[in-house]
């Protein structure tokens, strides 16, 4: 009698669950086995809430948007710090800047968001624009680039395969 591992068996008959289980506590295994500094145990989490190990890649806007909303909020912190010395984009800036007193709470949420859209999801950033007076801003900003062009080549991934 020829034996056929169950998994093989459950892959013919379209029974893809028992194979998805397995490879995600394989991955996850192997992720925590590669326990440098406990960085096994973060790339598990990363990988498992990001997309699910690849099985539900949808989750990567999801991911993005709770990132872009993180960013929103430390930039609407220091908005006004950031359009004036470290990092102007002169549209948002004037328009900020021409916006009445009584409006400026609500201007300063909105610009701010369109601030951190522009920055995050931006395919450049202009570095003779960016000035390193306040390096924690500079260095934030910087950081929120990179991190916004990792977010568009996974979403980039998943649009095309």
Same mark, same amino acid.
Request: net charge positive; aromatic share 22%; charged share 25%.
């Given at each position: 009698?020829?034996?056929?591992?169950?998994?093989?068996?459950? #892959?013919?008959?379209?029974?893809? !669950?028992?194979?998805?289980?397995?490879?995600?506590?394989?991955? &996850?295994?192997?992720?925590?086995?590669?326990?440098?500094?406990?960085?096994?145990?973060? /790339?598990?989490? %990363?990988?498992?809430? /990001?997309?699910?190990?690849?099985?539900?890649?949808?989750?990567?806007?999801?991911?993005? %948007?709770?990132?872009?909303?993180?960013?929103?909020?430390?930039?609407?912190?220091?908005?006004? #710090? !950031?359009?004036?010395?470290?990092?102007?984009?002169?549209?948002?800036?004037?328009?900020? &800047?021409?916006?009445?007193? &009584?409006?400026?709470? #609500?201007?300063?949420?909105?610009?701010?968001?369109?601030?951190?859209?522009?920055?995050? /999801?931006?395919?450049?950033?202009? !570095?003779?624009?960016?000035?390193?007076?306040?390096?924690?801003?500079? !260095?934030?900003?910087?950081?929120?680039?990179?991190?916004?062009? =990792?977010?568009?080549?996974?979403? =980039?991934?998943?649009? %095309?395969?």
């Amino acid at each position: 009698m020829n034996k056929v591992p169950l998994l093989i068996l459950q #892959k013919r008959g379209g029974y893809s !669950l028992g194979e998805e289980k397995k490879d995600k506590e394989l991955r &996850k295994f192997n992720h925590i086995r590669s326990n440098a500094l406990y960085l096994g145990w973060f /790339w598990d989490w %990363f990988d498992r809430v /990001w997309w699910d190990y690849g099985y539900n890649k949808l989750l990567i806007f999801r991911g993005a %948007f709770c990132i872009l909303m993180f960013f929103y909020f430390l930039n609407l912190r220091r908005f006004e #710090k !950031l359009i004036e010395i470290t990092y102007s984009i002169d549209p948002i800036s004037s328009a900020y &800047k021409n916006t009445p007193n &009584k409006n400026r709470i #609500k201007a300063k949420l909105f610009y701010s968001y369109v601030y951190t859209n522009y920055i995050f /999801w931006g395919i450049k950033i202009e !570095l003779e624009k960016l000035r390193f007076d306040s390096r924690s801003c500079a !260095l934030l900003i910087i950081f929120q680039f990179i991190v916004g062009l =990792a977010c568009l080549a996974f979403i =980039a991934n998943f649009i %095309f395969t």
